[in-house]
C-alpha cells in the first residue's frame, strides 16, 4: 500500500514538473534525448566514416568491413566508439538548439509574415536558420570529436599489417581543448566551420522540408504510426545528406590538417581546400564514405525524428496544428494602436 501511495505521489510531482515546464524547454528536452539516442546507435559507422573521409589509404584499401576488422584488432570494441563522448557531447546540446529553433523560428515567421503559409518555404527557411544556429553554438564540441575520432591507437600486444601506429596526442575531451586553444587559439576550435555552415544551411532547411512534407501526404489515421515517423525521416536525411556531402569531407579536412603527416601544405579556405582535395585525391574523395554515411544517416535521422516526436507527445507538447492556430488567432486580432 504505502509503495503504491509513493508511486502515485511520484507520478503526481511529475505530472506538476511537466506541466510547470515552458514549451520551449519540453522541445529541448525532447531534441536533446532524441540526438543523443540517434547518435549512439550509429557511433560505430560515424567513426568509420571519419576514418575514410580523412585516412583514405590506410581504411578505403581495405573497405568497409576490412575497417571494422581492423578497428576492432587494433583498438577492440570500444574503439568503435573513440570520440563518442565528445560526439554525444556535442548532439545533445545541438540537437536539442536545432529542433527548439527549429520551432521557434517557425513560430516566430508566422507571427511576422503570417502571409507566408504553411508549405515548404517555411520548412526550408526555418530548418536552415535552426543548423545554423545551432552549428555556431556547439561546433568547437564537434571539431574536437573529429580529432579524437582520427586518432588510431595501435594494441600493445596486436599489431595488424598495414595499420600505421601513432602516439596518442589528446588523451581525453579536456585535453584536446586546452591543446588546440594552446596551439591555435579560439580560431582552432572553429577550423572548417564555414564549410559547415555552407552545408547545414541546406542540409538541415531540406531535411525537415522533406520530413514535413512526406508526413502532410501522410493518412490522418498513420500520422502516430513509428514505421510511417521512421520512413519520412529516413527518407528526408537520405535526400538532404546527398546534396551536401562534398562540404562534409571538406569540413573533416579542414579539422583535422594538423595532425596529418601527409599534407605538408596549409590548408586554408574552404573553397581553396575542396580543389586541393578534387586535385590531389581526385574528386571521387570528395564523396569518400557516403555508401556508409548513407547507412548512417538512414536509422540516425530516422531514429531523430521518431524519438522526437514521442519525447514530445510524452511530455505534452501541444501538436504544431494547435500551437500554430493560436498564433493566428493573435495575428488576427486587431492591434490596440490600430
Known sequence: MAKKREEREMGMLLDEI?????????????GGVAGGFAKTVVAPLE???????????????????????????????MGFYRGNGASVARIVPYAALHYMTY?????????????????????????????????????????????????????????????????????????CFSKTLKESGLRGLYRGVAPSLYGIFPYAGLKFYFYEEMKRHVPEERKKDIVVKMVCGSVAGLLGQTFTYPLDVVRRQMQVQRLSVSNNAELKGTMETLVMIAQNQGWKQLFSGLSINYLKVVPSVAIGFTVYDLVKASLRVPSRDVIEAVTDKRNSQPSLHS
Open 103 to 175: 520551432e521557434q523560428y517557425r513560430r516566430w515567421i508566422i507571427l511576422r509574415v503570417p502571409d507566408i503559409g504553411r508549405g515548404p518555404v517555411l520548412d526550408l527557411v526555418a530548418g536552415s536558420f535552426a543548423g545554423g544556429t545551432a552549428v555556431l553554438l556547439t561546433y568547437p564540441l564537434d571539431l574536437v570529436r573529429t580529432k579524437l575520432a582520427y586518432q588510431i591507437v595501435s594494441s600493445s600486444t596486436v599489431n595488424i599489417h598495414g595499420v600505421v601506429g601513432m602516439e596518442q596526442v589528446y588523451k581525453g575531451i579536456r585535453d
Open 47 to 77: 567513426r568509420v566514416k571519419i576514418l575514410f573521409q580523412t585516412r583514405r589509404d590506410e581504411f578505403k584499401a581495405v573497405g568497409l568491413f576490412g575497417s571494422f576488422q581492423k578497428i576492432s584488432h587494433t583498438e577492440g570494441v
Open 18 to 30: 511537466i506541466e510547470g515546464m515552458p514549451l520551449f524547454a519540453k522541445e529541448l528536452v525532447a
